[in-house]
């Protein structure tokens, strides 16, 4: 299962080739033909590199940007987002971005470490991790629960106000 190659395929290259920056540097093999999950670019950038190559996978594939939760709130961004996708072909795209729970009180967005309603560190974290929902991403293995840890957010670097 590609959960447990990107970490073991990571650990085989690095025991072969050793530590090859952007390559072999990590605990986890970026999955398929997608950028690179540290790579600081926007999403329209993103959907532009990504796009030529989904038409390769013969076992399907998924074209997902990674989004702050308030982002979601902005439907005209949505909007724009699946139209620019279609544009370009993309036959699945998926949105990812934090639902964050706390246990005690049920407050939801984004909690990095205590909920800023209560101050309660016991929070339920939704995150798409390989294509499925997980209530925990710490429940997958150590690759997965890195690669989730440096995931940027394409939003940070999109102006929606135009396609790059």
Same mark, same amino acid.
């Given at each position: 299962?590609?959960?447990? *190659?990107?970490?073991?395929?990571? +650990? ?18 970026? !999955? ?7 790579? +600081?670019?926007?999403?329209?950038? +993103?959907?532009? *590199? ?23 709130? !902005?439907?005209?961004?949505?909007? %724009? ?7 370009? %072909? ?9 639902? %964050? ?18 101050? #309660? ?11 499925? *929902?997980?209530?925990?991403?710490? #429940? ?12 940027? +957010?394409?939003?940070?670097?999109? %102006? ?5």
């Amino acid at each position: 299962m590609a959960e447990n *190659l990107c970490r073991t395929y990571a +650990k085989a290259l690095k025991g072969e080739f050793g530590v090859i920056p952007r390559v072999t540097d990590r605990e986890y093999i970026t !999955n398929s033909h997608h950028v690179p999950v540290w790579q +600081k670019v926007s999403i329209y950038k +993103k959907l532009q *590199l990504e796009a030529p190559f989904c038409k390769y996978p013969t076992g399907g594939c998924i074209t997902y940007v990674e989004l702050e939760s308030s982002v979601m709130q !902005n439907e005209k961004a949505i909007e %724009d987002i699946i139209d620019y996708a279609m544009s370009l %072909d993309i036959p699945y795209l998926a949105f990812n971005f934090p639902i %964050d729970t706390c246990l005690k009180c049920g407050y939801q967005g984004e909690i990095n470490y205590n909920c800023p309603k209560c101050g #309660n560190t016991e929070i339920q974290r939704l995150r798409r991790v390989t294509g499925y *929902l997980s209530e925990d991403y710490r #429940n997958f293995n150590e690759g997965k629960i890195a690669e989730v840890l440096d995931r940027v +957010k394409h939003s940070e670097y999109t %102006d929606f106000t135009k396609q790059e």
